[in-house]
């Protein structure tokens, strides 16, 4: 794994980029990963040690008419994908040793280096991003640097935080309402009190570790990998957490018009010459607004564009059915397996 510090065109840091290595096994078929099916169907699986058979996060299928899709957890106990260890005391104190800025920018790389180190990384070979997220209005509206070639859309704001931490692992995603739903991996338990009373104290003092999000396109949804415990410990608290936010990307180079060059160049041109011989109404153009114009003009970088891998699988639509409607009757609500078929 290699990776990068991004900056925006002010200097300010964004995140990181990440490249992860063909050639290094962990990376080509992390252990936390999508299974793509026929019809719509996906699986988040997690290998488990000594199994051959990898366990069940959730289940998902898209409707038909893409209006959105239906969603079921497992709740199984499973190893998080960032350790325990990664985030011990000591580490949690030397953050909160530091300047508020440069927080994030080291949270950033113990993150990294968990999920390339840790037995149940979702990092598979190619790029990503891991942009840091802190909120922006008092209702938990969270908003990461601006990164040029990235659509704003897709990465810019995370909002519904709040409402992520569901009791019911049975959730519908409609596709039609204008928001992406923050989704937890697992429900917390009685096992999960200790470590919020803790994660509360250290909100408390401001020196909470961000929840860790990775983006999944296929559902315009983001999942919580890291933080479940931290993130109730933040609502109690009614303190914000930060974010850290990962996206698999990709980047396609973009050939700029070279006319369209030439008249910003002449545009400017113009402008300075007509401010120097003192014409009305005309004023110097601030230095930020002159740099973000011949930016956007000249800037050849590759856009950057999110996409969510999984992995092909050939299981029937009866296995398919048949693990969803066993979870189901467990939750005593087979009635709603009718949700999942086509």
């Known amino acids: 794994m290699y990776w990068k510090d991004i900056e925006s065109d002010k200097g300010s840091w964004v995140g990181l980029e990440i490249r992860c290595g063909e050639r290094e096994p962990g990376f080509r078929k992390p252990a936390l990963r999508l299974e793509s099916g026929a019809n719509g169907w996906l699986r988040l699986v997690q290998d488990s040690a000594g199994s051959d058979e990898p366990l069940v996060r959730w289940w998902a299928r ?19 994908s960032v350790p325990a260890s990664a985030l011990d005391s000591a580490t949690v104190q030397r953050h909160a040793d530091l300047e508020p800025e440069q927080r994030m920018v080291s949270w950033s790389r113990v993150f990294a280096r968990a999920l390339a180190d840790g037995p149940a990384s979702f990092l598979h070979s190619g790029d990503w991003v891991l942009l840091g997220a802190h909120a922006v209005t008092d209702d938990w509206r969270f908003e990461t640097g601006p990164l040029r070639g990235m659509e704003p859309y897709r990465y810019r704001w995370v909002e519904n935080l709040r409402d992520a931490l569901r009791e019911d692992p049975l959730i519908y995603l409609d596709w039609w309402r204008p928001r992406r739903e923050v989704l937890n991996l697992r429900a917390l338990t009685e096992a999960d009190e200790g470590r919020i009373a803790w994660w509360r104290k250290k909100s408390r003092e401001g020196a909470l570790p961000p929840v860790l999000l990775w983006y999944l396109s296929c559902l315009e949804a983001y999942v919580i990998v890291d933080g479940h415990a931290r993130l109730r ?91 969803v409607g066993a979870r189901l009757l467990a939750l005593g609500r087979g009635d709603s397996a009718q949700d999942f078929r086509r």
């Open 62 to 80: 898209q409707e038909e008419g893409y209006d959105g899709v239906h969603l079921l957890r497992s709740d199984a106990a499973m190893a998080s």
């Open 233 to 323: 410990a933040a609502l109690l608290e009614e303190r914000a957490p930060d974010l850290l936010v990962a996206h698999s990307v990709y980047q396609q180079m973009h050939e700029r018009d070279p006319e369209a060059q030439q008249r910003v160049l002449g545009t400017v041109a113009r402008h300075a010459e007509e401010l120097a011989l003192g014409l009305p109404g005309r004023r110097s153009i601030a230095t930020d607004s002159l740099n973000d114009l011949l930016i956007s003009a000249f800037d050849n970088r590759p856009l950057l564009f999110t996409c969510t891998y999984g992995w092909a699988t050939r299981r029937s639509e009866a296995q398919w059915m048949g693990e």
